[in-house]
C-alpha cells in the first residue's frame, strides 16, 4: 500500500500534549488502538510537512 492508495477504512485521529512533555497521535480503527508519541521538535516537523502537502494539494505550494 501506498500513500495513494486508497482505502475504505474509518479511523480516529486525536491529537495532543501528553503529562510527559511530548506530543501525541493516537489513532484507533477497527479495535486497533495507536499512540505514537513525538518531542515538541519533531511535531513542529510533522506540522510543517502537514501544512506543505496542504499547500501542494492546492496547487499553491510556495
Do not use: H
Amino acid at each position: 500500500m501506498s500513500i495513494n492508495s486508497e482505502r475504505d477504512i474509518e479511523a480516529n485521529l486525536q491529537i495532543g500534549p501528553t503529562d510527559k512533555g511530548m506530543v501525541r497521535l493516537y489513532i484507533e480503527a477497527q479495535g486497533v488502538e495507536i499512540p505514537m508519541d513525538f518531542t515538541p521538535e519533531e511535531a513542529d516537523e510533522i506540522a510543517a510537512e502537514i501544512i506543505a502537502s496542504a499547500e501542494i494539494a492546492r496547487g499553491t505550494s510556495s
